[in-house]
């Protein structure tokens, strides 16, 4: 047995303990997370810990991120499995800071990335992305890593993670990494225990789906009616509402098509079962 | 005859340098100008050099802070003479990037601070804030110092600065430098070398207005009264056009008055004498 992973809940603590690595030469891998942890990002304390001497990893529900009628108040907390499945995955400090400790009274400060930011989820959730780019700028700055990893599930995410570094000069590497899955190939999510039996049945054709219309695209099917075609799939295969399934390129998000998709592909899908959404991607290169 | 200042003009020429210090175990103090430095700017880096081991200075003339009508292309520029004055007040290093080193085509990344942006600059001069606040938090993640300096006669500026580090957690301390003069109290500023000669004999009243209008105001006397007698003595005396002189809560710019004011009070003011547009502010604490 293990010691129990230490935790800190204040900037000045998670400097103390981060410092004294950097003062002894070691380099510092981070992994920011809303907790409710499942495989997928224990493969991302994996990846941090092959990349880096030590590894923090952070659990903050950004109130920021969440529109008015979201799942802000039901998401997912437990802290105490949280800290012990990262203990067991050999992470070495827990950030897990309160909402008063973030943004105390008076902050007023946002960071905001145009362009890739603005179309499918940037649509879907108005200030999601401005509260992202503002917490993960936050976060990046209190911990000081070398390389920061993020998952390939939030793929938008990423890529406005991304943007937000170099445009900022943040001495960070961001480093993507690769989206966990269920056998049946169901993206692994916090939010996948909102579904019902039912739901989860059904849930895995967001990913079938999103293969097949990126197997259409590779065979030079015109983007537009793909799109309408994968869209249609997913609504008879029992999803309440499609928000987008589009074909995208990967670093600008621009998007496609009309005609055959030239060049390398990322396919992003946001669905709704029930009142649950679920996000996923997939791409060639 | 000391050697010449060394100059860089890149991210990464800047991080080595900077790094090499930092791995020495130095302490690195950093003074952002846009050039066509003075006496005022000098005082800065004598500061920097009583804070830290390494001073570094950076001359940047940031595009996205200028409105479109205002003096960007016009702006005093002489890095000759400013390495030289730089060299002889005793800094280590020059940073002088160029446009496309900072703004790298598809750069899409804003900072806002919203608050203490928000009034008398922020109105006069929209976007201004917004542009300072983008170049400063880049300047700032480049240059990693411990602290940086900036002058008190940008008070506005200052603060937004002191709010944008606190919010995004710069691991920087900033330090306001009092606002050098010339001998009939006339702020010294760059854009100084616009005023004619006539000008030149009235610019010093924008300071004595701002004396008198503390000197009533810690008597007692209303603010909003005041700040209109304030205006119409600018008038009078020459400026064609006054933007603001208002009485202010030094932290947060909030309005004071409309009677007598409590506290501590910081009075700015912003007036044209012909095409040129001087500021200056004055505290009682």
Known sequence: ????????????????????????????????????????????????????????????????????????????????????????????????????????????????????????????????????ATVVAKLLNQCAPDIAVFGEKDFQQLQVIRRLVQDLDIPVEIVGGPTARAEDGLALSSRNAYLTPEQRVI????????RETLARLSAGAAVEATEAWATAELLSAGFKSVDYIEARAPDTLARLGPGPAIGVIRVLAAARLGRTRLIDNIGNG
Chains 1, 2 share one sequence.
């Open 1 to 132: 047995m293990s010691a129990p992973l230490p935790i800190v809940r204040t900037v000045a603590q998670l400097r103390a303990r981060v410092g004294a690595w950097r003062k002894a030469g070691h380099s510092i891998g981070f992994v920011p997370t809303m907790g409710a942890l499942h495989e997928g990002h224990l493969s991302l304390i994996r990846l941090a810990m092959a990349r880096a001497d030590h590894v923090v990893a952070s659990i903050f529900v950004n109130p920021t991120q969440f529109g008015p009628n979201e799942d802000f108040d039901t998401y997912p907390r437990d802290e105490a499995r949280d800290a012990a499945l990262l203990g067991g995955a050999g992470c070495h400090l827990l950030y897990a800071p309160e909402v008063a400790e973030m943004y105390p009274p008076g902050a007023f400060t946002t960071v905001t990335v145009s362009g890739v930011s603005e179309p499918l989820d940037g649509l879907a959730r108005p200030g999601h992305f401005a509260g992202v």
């Open 203 to 210: 849930a895995p054709r967001l990913n079938g789906v999103l």
